[in-house]
């Protein structure tokens, strides 16, 4: 029995993870590979990690993310479509 709900349970997540697709959000609006792109500056992973693990301590939360400060809004960057009444903003954020 355990077998078998592990089973439903594992094809029916793969199912959503698989539901994903690169259809446009509006019937009509273009594809998100002709969108604008900014690639961030590339982070030294290696040293990231070594800081982190050398402040590891009891009761101090792990750091996941690294904060890089950016001047990025609708106005300056991505590009706008009108859709009858919407407007889309789309903007592709590269972080290497």
């Given at each position: 029995m355990r077998k078998a709900s592990f089973l439903f349970i594992f094809?029916?997540?793969?199912?959503?993870l698989l539901g994903q697709n690169q259809h446009?959000?509006?019937?009509g609006?273009?594809?998100?590979?002709?969108?604008?792109?900014i690639t961030?500056?590339?982070?030294?992973?290696?040293q990231l990690k070594g800081t982190e693990l050398s402040a590891r301590a009891p009761g101090r939360a792990p750091r996941f993310a690294e904060n890089?400060?950016?001047d990025i809004n609708p106005l300056t960057h991505g590009q706008w479509e009108e859709m009858g009444d919407r407007s889309i903003?789309?903007?592709?954020?590269?972080?290497p």
């Open positions: 094809v029916m997540a793969t199912g959503f446009p959000i509006f019937p609006s273009s594809k998100l590979e002709s969108s604008s792109r961030l500056p590339t982070l030294d992973n290696d890089i400060e950016v903003w789309r903007l592709v954020i590269n972080s």
